[in-house]
């Protein structure tokens, strides 16, 4: 064994030479790995005994791509193309062996390499796109020399980790290996090569499939046009689709070079920092400082939810996916059938759209159960309450809860917005009592907020984030606050568009000037998708604000077919006549002034607000940092990813500038506009809320 640096070594075995990187977590490609994979193949080539080579991952997966640490930093230590050209040029045939994920630059060096092996369970992808990037180190052109041009748009696109036994069927990987044994078939895969007497297989020089794209600029003008809705705002999709049509018009170095130019346009853009950010900013997200990463963690292996209506049956597919039994408690049958009606529905729509089998929807709705009393979720080790927002209901369950279930079981709550210390302290175990915050479509957004009260045990909040890793959810520990973090902050922004609809702007005025920042709505057409009538009484409206009147119109949202907006059939929004002359008629009566607000302003003030808010936030210790709500915001309302989040965004703008603004708002409105001091302190030391510790 040769040790070539601290992250490979060489080793041979008969006339097979085998290149072992190691750079945990996912051996990412530092200075250390580039260089290691240079001189290791430089050697094994020199090595006259070697007729092939193997390339190897050890730890759970092959390289992960290109050490995104790094980006930004001084060049150091051999370049990937210096790495790319050693492994591409070698005389001797050079094999990657791949398992868990070959990504990015880690698939970037399996497509330099002559042949590709993997195990069954490995996965391949080109994932740059969601870090607002494209693959820099060939994969554009390479990819699609392989699998042809539709398919590499799809894949670059996507960012899809597409599995081993597809990437062998497209030939992207060459030969399959035996779960768990992919050193010795690699092995024995490159003896076959050398014994065969196999070509060095270069992908650069592979030309049929690109040959056979060129003349049909329809292949991505359809593409664009199928995805514009999908791409709305991001630079990096259309880059990467340019950088494929190169590949099919240009030769392979001409290619290659515009690769490297809209690849560092991106790199050095505000996009990709933004979305690099927020890669992190979810993965930092899961460290708890007070809670260490060898807290105990208490097993989950029933889950039991009260409430059966729209977010209790969401919640429980989220658990029924991950192969958890439930126990789904309601208090009539009906609205039990209805909501296990629901839950079926929805995974037999899934089947149709041939997301998975008949086989699984019946092996998931098998695994929940219906009940009608609590005192079936005795066996439970984990309850999520699930029903109205009403503090009296929600102790009285608490109550039955702390009596029926068994010693350890979690108890939890999914309250938006009641006071969970509350709640846990009519229990004789608030210890156990913690928020579990889903948002609807509970089975398909990505957050989970997890709300932590003063009496919440360490291991309660470590399981309930491991928890959220296995059923799919980006978790976030906030503390207990109005709203928490994401509603508290989008209150603000409800505030101040109301606010602007009294002072004359429109409601689409509003809704347009966020969808062009990149939310994929605006308050007003979010209200019509929610009802209007949310939380409103009939019997006790009395036309006093403008959804009251628009209500009792029975203008309820898109359900009834208006709102703030007209519906056509399809449920297409058209600023509505009506709407304008209700708004038109209450500012007159109020006897304001209605005044055109421009785009800028109405940016200002919606957003300003939020930041003010978050910074609010922060200052109460009710999240544990700025990227958190950062976080909250990118999954869990739209915020555009590349734009980071409301507090990266802030740090974009500047935070004197935001300031000077709120502080304006403060004269003419009053005291909802007052800066949190947290804000002016950042500004009077010249720092941004990158920088708080
Ligand atoms: C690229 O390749 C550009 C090239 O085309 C061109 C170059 C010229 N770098 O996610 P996890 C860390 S762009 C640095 O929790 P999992 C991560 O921060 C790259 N660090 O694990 C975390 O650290 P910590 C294209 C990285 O098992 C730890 O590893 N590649 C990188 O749930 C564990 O991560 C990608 O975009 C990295 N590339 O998922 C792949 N990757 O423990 C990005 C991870 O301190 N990575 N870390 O919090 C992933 O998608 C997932 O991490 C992966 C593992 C699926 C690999």
Same mark, same amino acid.
């Given at each position: ?175 399959? $290996? ?42 991505? $003008? ?7 809705? +999908? ?84 919640? $429980? ?181 109301? +606010?602007?609809?009294?002072?004359? $702007? ?78 038109? /008629? ?29 910074? +609010? ?33 802030? /740090? ?28 002016? +302190? ?8 990158? /920088?708080?510790?």
């Amino acid at each position: 064994m040769t040790a070539i640096n601290s992250a490979a070594e060489l080793t041979t075995q008969g006339d097979v030479a085998i290149l072992s990187l190691n750079s945990p977590p996912v051996n990412a490609l530092s200075a250390g790995v580039r260089d290691g994979i240079h001189d290791g193949i430089k050697a094994a080539i020199a090595d006259p005994a070697v007729k092939a080579i193997v390339l190897i991952c050890e730890g759970r997966t092959f390289i992960a791509g290109a050490d995104i640490t790094e980006f930004g930093g001084a060049a150091k230590g051999a370049s990937l193309f210096d790495a790319q050209a050693m492994i591409e040029n070698s005389p001797k045939p050079v094999i990657a062996a791949i398992h868990g994920t070959a990504l990015g630059g880690g698939l970037e060096v399996a497509l330099a390499c002559h042949y590709r092996i993997a195990v069954p369970s490995a996965k391949c992808g080109l994932p740059e796109v969601n870090l607002g990037l494209l693959p820099g180190a060939g994969g554009t052109q390479r990819l699609p020399r392989i699998v042809g041009p539709e398919k590499a748009l799809e894949m670059v696109t996507s960012g899809q980790h597409v599995p081993a036994e597809q990437c062998h069927r497209v030939g992207l990987v060459d030969e399959m $290996a035996k779960e768990g044994n992919l050193k010795a078939d690699a092995i024995a895969f490159a003896e076959k090569l050398v014994a065969e007497g196999r070509p060095l297989k270069k992908v650069r020089d592979q030309n049929d499939k690109v040959e056979a794209a060129r003349g049909k600029p329809e292949i991505f $003008a359809d593409f664009r046009k199928a995805n514009a809705r +999908k791409f709305r705002g991001f630079k990096a999709p259309e880059y990467n689709i340019q950088c494929i049509e190169a590949a099919v018009n240009l030769p392979f170095d001409e290619g290659m070079a515009v690769e490297r130019k809209l690849f560092v346009e991106l790199l050095t853009g505000e996009q990709s920092a933004a979305q690099r950010y927020a890669f992190f900013a979810e993965r930092t997200a899961n460290k708890i400082p007070d809670v260490p990463d060898d807290t105990p963690i208490r097993k989950i292996e029933k889950v039991g939810i009260i409430g059966a209506g729209t977010m209790g049956g969401g919640i $429980a597919m989220n658990f029924l996916n991950a192969g958890i039994p439930v126990t789904i408690v309601e208090v009539q049958q009906e609205a039990l059938d209805r909501g296990l009606k629901v839950v079926r529905g929805n995974y037999e729509r899934s089947a149709k759209n041939g997301r998975f089998t008949m086989e699984t929807v019946e092996k998931r709705m098998g695994m929940i159960t219906g009940a009608l009393s609590q005192d079936a979720l005795a066996d439970c080790d984990l309850v999520i309450e699930a029903v109205f927002e009403r503090m009296d209901v929600k102790k009285e369950i608490f109550t039955n809860l702390d009596r029926i279930c068994k010693p350890g079981a979690i108890l939890a709550t999914n309250t938006s917005a009641l006071n969970i210390d509350e709640i846990g302290d009519v229990t004789s175990r608030p210890q156990d009592v913690i928020g579990l915050h889903f948002f609807s479509p509970a089975n398909v957004m990505r957050l989970l907020e997890i709300v932590r009260t003063d009496k919440t045990a360490n291991d309660v909040i470590a399981t309930s984030m491991k928890l959220a890793k296995t059923i799919g959810k980006v978790a976030v520990l906030v503390g207990v606050a109005p709203g928490f973090v994401g509603n508290r902050m989008l209150a603000q922004r409800g505030r101040e568009s109301q +606010k602007m609809v009294l002072e004359g $702007a429109m409601p689409w005025d509003i809704d347009r000037v966020l969808y062009d920042f990149g939310f994929p709505m605006g308050p007003f057409a979010m209200s019509d998708l929610a009802g209007l009538d949310l939380g409103w009484v009939k019997s006790e409206s009395k036309g006093a604000t403008i959804r009251d009147q628009l209500c009792e119109l029975d203008r309820r949202g898109q359900k009834t077919g208006a709102g703030y907006y007209d519906y056509d059939e399809n449920r297409n929004a058209k600023p509505s006549p009506v709407t304008e002359k209700i708004i038109n /008629d209450f500012v007159a009566k109020s006897g304001a002034n209605p005044r055109t607000i421009s785009d800028d302003e109405i940016l200002e003030r919606t957003l300003y607000a939020m930041v003010n808010e978050g910074a +609010k936030i922060l200052e109460e210790k009710k999240a544990i940092r700025a990227s958190d709500i950062d976080v909250v915001w990118v999954n869990g309302y739209g915020w555009p990813i590349y734009r980071g989040g409301p507090m990266h965004w802030a /740090d974009s703008v500047g935070l004197p500038k935001i300031l000077a603004r709120i502080k304006e708002f403060e004269a003419t409105m009053g005291e909802q506009w007052k800066p949190s001091p947290l804000l002016e +302190k950042l500004v009077a030391e010249g720092k941004g809320f990158k /920088d708080l510790k």
